[in-house]
């Protein structure tokens, strides 16, 4: 629930009005979601799924142009994830990342390699030193989890099949084996732990 301020009404964040606040400062491009720093108005019942799927009250957004409009007003605080307006901020729950890489192309080979990735929301990114590729592995089981730094310091989980075809592409570099892009080397796993 919203913190009312003195002098100021009490604000319900809500995902239509959301919404219409985004359509109002429409812009070319991504929305400078950094500069903006407005009041904490509260937590949205609004939820991104491992596999990018957004739920709103539980019930998944269907409209793909809708989703789009909200990961375009995405930030990240320390841990925390936020829906961010001129006037707006609410707080929202993302269950591993909030992004999924479903596809990538590869140019060159070796150490002039360039690997680009597609999102679901279709945003792009190159992967370089300033959007690094990494992998985490479950304690447990060992399974990879490799990610791509998409913007600011918002993350896309790559799936399953653009993660095996990445691998193909894969390297042995200073022990490790990983991946080339931009002329930045992104281990994967110790070259000893491979079979």
């Known amino acids: 629930m919203a913190k009312a301020m003195s002098g100021q009404k009490t604000v319900t964040p809500s995902a239509e009005g ?6 109002a400062a429409k812009t070319r491009g991504l929305p400078p979601v950094h500069l ?8 949205l019942d609004m939820r991104i799924a491992r596999d990018g799927t957004w739920f709103y009250e539980g019930t998944p957004i269907g409209r793909p142009g809708l989703v789009k409009l909200f990961s375009s007003i995405l930030k990240k605080e320390g841990e925390d994830y936020f829906l961010v307006t001129p006037v707006e ?13 479903v596809d990538f192309e590869a140019r060159g080979t070796g150490k002039d390699q360039v690997l680009k990735f597609f999102t679901h929301v279709d945003d792009s990114a190159v992967a370089s030193a300033e959007l690094p590729i990494r992998v985490e592995r479950d304690p447990e089981t060992g399974e990879p989890s490799p990610y791509i730094r998409v913007r ?10 653009s993660f095996y075809r990445l691998v193909d592409l894969g390297a042995h570099h200073d022990g490790w084996f990983g991946l080339w892009s931009s002329g930045a080397f992104f281990p994967v796993i110790p070259s000893a732990d491979l079979p």
């Open 18 to 23: 959301l919404a219409a606040s985004i359509n």
């Open 36 to 43: 903006w720093n407005p009041p904490f108005c509260g937590d």
């Open 89 to 101: 901020k609410v707080g929202i729950t993302v269950d591993d990342a909030p992004f999924v890489a």
């Open 152 to 161: 600011s310091n918002l993350d896309a989980l790559i799936d399953r099949k």
